[in-house]
């Protein structure tokens, strides 16, 4: 596809708290967690604007940043021949000494409007730091300019289920945006998608009753951006200015129908992770012309002795000694010894192997699950320790706990960074 004579510059909205994804978010901010084994959230939307040759991006990021800076910092580097750039924006300290924390969604775009503006963009391509997806946005950057809209929102077809946490649309036969509610409780029978609109798209139509849902994925028209956030002091895109673009701007509707997740809860970012071993309908990481950038490692390959390894991810770096390996994936530099049986678990690996020197020798690798240990349906996050014979597999069969140490969010087991389990432990 050509290049597009517009210029378009990319804003990734990165500063949430991500409560729902506690205790993953007590030590990272939510686009900074680790995914895939490997990859940060954060560098999904990036990579998508890098692959659409949209290289100026700008990230807005507030709570816990400094992982997500440098992170960023150490991934993202252009030059004089491969130009671009990756600025992260963060509150600043006002002329009375106090700093500007950002109120929400469009607050956060428009108390960094100055240097937004800065960028000669005729677009501005706004997205989340905390979904998966594969687009091109060239093509919705185009179908923009073809609809001559002043806004165009990204949507999915989605059954009632999932459409309750996203805003919802109804469209007309031009795909322009005719009404829209955030995150209703009660969806109007008005919104359900008609038989005659998966006939055009030509999508298998579902047999419950199905909504097009926003994605949190925009395209302004600069002018149409500036005049919403002065126009409208709400501080939320999706709850204040959408809805209110939708009544005064022309607004349409770019309609997806790939893979996307919103990485919402625990739930959704366990199972977006596994489904990387078991489907090719996840997101997409072995496109190498489009491929998903991170922070190089340069490390080995994956030592793996006498192990029994199902459906599995396994990535560079790792020691492997245990007896089974099912359903998981096990992130960079993870260390698991020998007698061990890990089951539908996501490990999200280490940073490094060595703690520090102890007088002036190398002592053993920290970080690492013991011998003889059973985990199941867990999460284990960066820099942990779990001693041998350990057994975590949710006995009582919590929905919900909060524990030292050891968590469980729909069902699922979550071990925090940092966190030291004993020796011959139970749960």
């Keep these: 596809m050509s290049k597009p004579s517009i210029q378009v510059a990319t804003v ?5 708290q991500g409560t729902r994804l506690h205790p993953l978010t007590i030590h990272h901010s939510k686009p900074a967690v680790a995914y895939g084994g490997r990859y940060r959230l954060i560098d999904i939307p990036i990579s998508n604007s890098i692959n659409s040759d949209f290289r100026q991006i700008f990230v807005i990021a507030q709570y816990l940043s400094d992982e997500l ?28 000494g106090e700093k ?21 963009a005729d677009y501005f391509l706004i997205l989340s730091g905390d979904q998966l997806y594969n687009i091109n946005f060239q093509h919705m950057v185009a179908f923009a300019q073809e609809k001559n809209a002043d806004l165009t929102i990204a949507a999915i077809p989605a059954l009632e289920k999932e459409a309750h946490r996203m805003g919802v649309l109804k469209i007309d036969p031009q795909c322009t945006v005719v009404d829209f509610v ?3 409780e009660d969806i109007g029978s008005q919104f359900e998608l008609p038989k005659s609109f998966f006939e055009e798209w030509d999508i298998k139509p579902p047999k419950k ?3 097009l849902g926003s994605m949190g994925i925009y395209v302004f028209k600069r002018d149409a951006l500036v005049s919403l956030l002065e126009h409208d002091q709400r501080d939320d895109f999706g709850y204040h200015l959408i809805t209110t673009a939708v009544k005064t701007k022309k607004t349409s509707a770019f309609i997806y129908c790939g893979y996307w997740e919103d990485i919402g809860t625990i739930a959704s970012y366990y199972e977006a992770n596994l489904i990387l071993t078991r489907s090719s ?37 790792c020691i492997i000694e245990a007896d089974e390996i099912s359903n998981c994936i096990i992130g960079l530099r993870s260390h698991i010894k020998q007698g061990s049986i890990i089951r539908d678990t996501v490990m999200l690996g280490n940073h490094f192997y060595m703690p520090p020197l102890h007088e002036g020798k190398p002592v053993e690798p920290d970080y ?46 979550i071990i925090p960074a940092g966190t030291r389990l004993p020796d011959h432990f139970e749960f």
Aim: hydrophobic share 30%; aromatic share 8%; net charge neutral.
């Design 12 to 16: 990734i909205l990165a500063g949430g």
């Design 209 to 211: 009753p199905s909504y």
């Design 281 to 317: 309908e996840g997101l997409n990481t072995y496109d190498e012309n489009n491929p998903i950038y991170t922070r190089p490692t340069f490390l080995p390959g994956p030592k793996i002795k006498q192990t029994k390894i199902t459906q599995s991810i396994i990535c560079e770096g």
């Design 182 to 184: 955030e995150k209703p």
């Design 100 to 120: 500007e924390w950002f109120a929400g969604t469009a607050d956060a775009v428009r108390k960094n409007l100055p240097t937004l503006l800065k960028s000669s």
């Design 368 to 413: 690492w699950i013991g011998e003889h240990c059973l985990i199941e349906k867990t999460i284990i996050d960066e820099h942990v320790q779990i001693g041998h014979r350990v057994k975590l597999t949710n006995q009582a069969g919590h929905k919900t706990y909060d524990g030292q140490g050891i968590f469980v969010r729909d069902g699922i087991i």
């Design 69 to 96: 800076q440098h992170h960023i910092s150490q991934t993202y580097r252009f030059d004089i021949y491969n130009t671009g750039s990756v600025d992260v924006l963060t509150p600043q300290i006002n002329e009375k």
